[in-house]
């Protein structure tokens, strides 16, 4: 990922309250496009710690669910095709 030289270019700092809070530079809610209520994750990666945006929780294929209608058969029916899937010799 590529920063701006601004980003680059400067180290940002925060002091770690007697609660545990930490107050994210400006620039930096700025550059990561962070609201207030917003929720970001730590992540240990290669030695280093990095905050991100946390996910939302949104399923990306909510949208999706449903458009193809019913499974003819229904819970049976499913469990019918993939007893059938496993079974065919050619799929091995």
Do not use: C
């Not at 590529?2 to 930096?28: A, C, M, N, W």
């Not at 294929?61 to 058969?73: D, L, R, S, V, Y």
């Amino acid at each position: 990922m590529r920063y701006p030289h601004s980003i680059l270019d400067k180290t940002h700092f925060s002091t770690l309250s007697s609660k545990g809070s930490l107050t994210v530079p400006q620039e930096i809610r700025k550059h990561l496009g962070l609201k207030p209520g917003d929720r970001v994750e730590f992540v240990v990666e290669e030695g280093r710690t990095v905050i991100r945006p946390a996910p939302t929780g949104v399923n990306p294929f909510e949208k999706f669910i449903g458009i193809a209608g019913p499974f003819p058969g229904g819970e049976e029916g499913i469990k019918a095709w993939i007893d059938d899937m496993r079974s065919d010799k050619d799929y091995e």
